[in-house]
């Protein structure tokens, strides 16, 4: 039996990647904008110490807009 990859689509960028053997959520980096990385370094300067993973999962909940993920952080909303 093949293993499936369980995938969310989304109309986002990127799409995030449920992994049912550590049962923990993944964005997948992909496909998405080639500026992703100056916004996941423009967070990480206000909030250092997160891992991308979880970065990249805020900015897509909040659209990619740097401003709103770390208002989201800073407000404890991220989680």
Do not use: W
Not at 8 to 20: Q, R, Y
Not at 54 to 64: A, N, S
Request: charged content about 25%.
């Amino acid at each position: 039996m093949m293993a499936r990859k369980n995938t969310l689509k989304t109309d986002n960028p990127g799409s995030i990647h449920f992994d049912p053997r550590t049962k923990s959520v993944m964005a997948e980096t992909s496909h998405l904008q080639d500026n992703i990385k100056e916004k996941v370094n423009a967070v990480r300067e206000v909030v250092p110490g997160k891992s991308n993973n979880e970065i990249i999962l805020v900015l897509q909940f909040y659209d990619y807009n740097v401003e709103k993920a770390i208002q989201g952080y800073v407000e404890g909303m991220s989680c």
